[in-house]
Structure formats: C-alpha cells, structure tokens
T-cell receptor, first 112, second 116 residues
Framework: SQKIEQNSEALNIQEGKTATLTCNYTNYSPAYLQWYRQDPGRGPVFLLLIRENEKEKRKERLKVTFDTTLKQSLFHITASQPADSATYLCALDQSNTGKLIFGQGTTLQVKP | DSGVTQTPKHLITATGQRVTLRCSPRSGDLSVYWYQQSLDQGLQFLIQYYNGEERAKGNILERFSAQQFPDLHSELNLSSLELGDSALYFC???????????????FGPGTRLTVL
C-alpha cells in the first residue's frame, strides 16, 4: 500500500544548529514533493516545492533534497532559531489525480 | 495571511446534526480543496473542486458533501454528525491551471468542529 512516513518523534535541537527532517515514501511515483510548515491550530503554510528531476532546492536557510531512487526527501533548516519551532509536513502529488497526500508531520523544537 | 478565508472559526454541535462550513479561495484561484485534520489521522484530503466541478475525491464519507459555486466559494456539508467527526477542517486553494496538476496550495485558518 502507499505510505508517506515522517519521523513521528519530535526533533529537539539547539539554536544555531542544523535541523534535518526526513520524508520517506513507498509505492508512489510523485512528479514533485512539497514541504509545508504548520503551527498549532493554524493552516499549513507552503515552504518549498522540488520536482522529480531536481536533486536540491534552496530558499534562504531552507534546503530540500529529493532522491527518487531512495524514495526520500530531506528537509534542512540551517542556523535554526526558536521561531522555526513548528510541525513540518511533506506532501506528494498523486500523479494526474489532483490529490496532494500529506505525511503525518515532524514536530521541531528549537531551544535557545 | 494566505488570502483564503473560512467561516466559522469554531463550531460546536450535537451528534446527529448537520453543519455547513464555508470557504472563499484566494483571488484568481480556481481550485478549492477540503481537508480534515484530527490528532490521530493527520491531514486527510477529502475533495477538490475546480471551477465549479468536482475534480478529485479522497476518503470523503457519504455523509459529507461539498460544492463550489459560480463565484468560486465552496461549502462543505457534514450531516448525521458523529463524535469522531470532531476535527479541524481546512480549505485550501490553488491556481491548478492544468487538469491533474497539483500545484502549491494556500490554506485557510480552518474551522474547528466539536461534536458533543
């Protein structure tokens, strides 16, 4: 069956360090993958989109990689700040269906 | 602020009742998506509309229905409510120019439904 897996355990890191979050998937062939940020009680906010033919994408302190062989995406936040504390969701398209399927999310806590 | 509005913010009702959630997409977006988010299920795709027509369907219960109106706002109707329907309901919108193309989605603030 199709699955998107993100580490359900919260990730706790010290301010200034790099946070790395993982998204693994099985039985999908996504054309692209997206990362969203969600704060408690609020709607997800789009961060980055990476296509299947792109290995890496950057935006300010954020970096996403996409390995279609490993079926994995890594999401990095460099020089992390307490304001980066949130839940981060990865999402895959189901090709040609219009559906975006979300992982359960990983909660990041950045301590000052 | 994403530009997507949802009303009401909170809704408390009893089992067996029917409610309607409303969503207005960002200006220029033709596609509207509905999601349900509960603590144990994560963000679950319910249904998508594009320019008034249903385009994609997820695990939406038969008790739930939606529509998109000519002015592009959308409503999600939930009937015969059960305790397990308590959740956050999000609406999102996108441009979605091409059929089958899932682009960046902009989420509204959500409606928190509590069924007692």
């Amino acid at each position: 069956s199709q699955k998107i897996e993100q580490n359900s355990e919260a990730l706790n890191i010290q301010e200034g360090k790099t946070a790395t979050l993982t998204c693994n998937y099985t039985n999908y062939s996504p054309a692209y993958l997206q990362w969203y940020r969600q704060d408690p009680g609020r709607g997800p906010v789009f961060l980055l989109l990476i296509r299947e033919n792109e290995k890496e994408k950057r935006k300010e302190r954020l970096k996403v990689t996409f390995d279609t062989t490993l079926k994995q995406s890594l999401f990095h936040i460099t020089a992390s700040q307490p304001a980066d504390s949130a839940t981060y969701l990865c999402a895959l398209d189901q090709s040609n269906t219009g559906k975006l399927i979300f992982g359960q999310g990983t909660t990041l806590q950045v301590k000052p | 602020d994403s530009g997507v509005t949802q009303t009401p913010k909170h809704l408390i009702t009893a089992t067996g009742q029917r409610v309607t959630l409303r969503c207005s997409p960002r200006s220029g977006d033709l596609s509207v998506y509905w999601y349900q988010q509960s603590l144990d299920q994560g963000l679950q795709f319910l249904i998508q509309y594009y320019n008034g027509e249903e385009r994609a369907k997820g695990n939406i219960l038969e008790r739930f229905s939606a529509q998109q109106f000519p002015d592009l706002h959308s409503e999600l109707n939930l009937s015969s409510l059960e305790l397990g329907d308590s959740a956050l309901y999000f609406c999102a919108s996108s441009v979605a120019r091409h059929r089958g193309f899932t682009d960046t989605q902009y989420f509204g603030p959500g409606t928190r439904l509590t069924v007692l």
